[in-house]
């Protein structure tokens, strides 16, 4: 099976910074995409920020130039380098991998991230 745990989150003011981590464990072999997400009590799971197949990378719209989704390899961690925070980024914040070898989805547990005004 797949892990992943993510670290990283914390409180921070608007304008600040914070690094997530997620490490991942298991069987990961063949093609699969792998990202962050994020969900608040007012708002759906969405999408932040994605490697998907090809090397294509993918950032939602309201974290593009805030944002930068990274990853060592040698170290099985994907990194989500946030800069520039706003009120509105507070949420909890979670690493997902879907492999399609597989045909699922894995999921962390997430980190929460909150943003003061």
């Known amino acids: 099976q797949v892990q992943l745990v993510e670290s990283g989150g914390g409180v921070v003011q608007a304008g600040g910074s914070l690094r997530l981590s997620c490490v991942v464990s298991g069987r990961t072999s063949g093609i699969h995409t792998i990202g962050w997400y994020r969900q608040s009590p007012e708002n759906e799971r969405e999408l932040v920020a994605e490697?998907?197949?090809?090397?294509?990378?993918l950032y939602a719209d309201s974290v593009k130039g805030r944002f930068t989704i990274s990853r060592d390899n040698a170290k099985n961690t994907l990194f989500l380098q946030m800069n520039s925070l706003k009120p509105e980024d507070t949420a909890v914040y979670y690493c997902?991998?879907?492999?399609?070898?597989?045909?699922?989805?894995?999921w962390g547990q997430g980190t929460q991230v909150t943003v003061s005004s």
């Open positions: 997902k991998l879907y492999s399609w070898n597989l045909g699922r989805a894995f």
């Open positions: 490697f998907q197949d090809g090397g294509r990378v």
